[in-house]
Every structure is written in C-alpha cells, then in structure tokens.
C-alpha cells in the first residue's frame, strides 16, 4: 500500500508517553528549571566586561549547586501556586 501521509491512529508515541494521572509538581518545576536554564544561561559565568582575556568558567561543581539551587526555588513556586 502506498503512504497517504496520514496518521493511521496505530502510532501514537505521545499516547503512550503521557502518565496516566498527569505530571507531579516535581516534574513541573524540573522543566521549569531547564527552560530557564536554557533561555538565560543560569549558572554559567556571564563573562565581564573589560579587558580581562578570557571569562572565568564556573567549575562544574558551582555550575551544579546552582541548578540545584534554581531547581529547589522553581519547585517552591510550583508548590506554592
């Protein structure tokens, strides 16, 4: 048989990956946290203005504690709302 392009209902990987009683708070507030993360580069060394040669890099321990950090502020938000 020839593709139509569409869908058969038979593959519905979104279906299947959805939990059945929805998403916890935790879940919520950790992609809360990537999202901002991602979009303002939270936890990484911002570099500084000047002449300083090369911005100082956070080490991957402080990089850490700091999404561990956002992480735990963006859950208090989520349980508090």
């Known amino acids: 048989m020839a593709e139509t392009g569409r869908p058969t ?4 990987p979104e279906a299947a990956a959805a ?6 708070k935790d879940d919520v507030a950790l992609e809360m946290m990537k ?12 570099g ?3 002449f300083s040669g090369k911005p100082m890099m ?3 321990e402080e990089h850490a504690d700091a999404l561990i950090k956002l ?5 208090k938000v989520v349980s508090d709302g």
């Open 48 to 50: 500084s203005a000047g």
């Open 19 to 24: 939990p059945s009683g929805g998403r916890s």
């Open 35 to 46: 999202f901002i993360a991602a979009t303002t580069g939270y936890g990484k060394s911002a």
């Open 58 to 60: 956070p080490s991957a």
């Open 71 to 75: 992480f735990e502020r963006c859950r």
């Open 9 to 12: 209902g038979n593959d519905a």
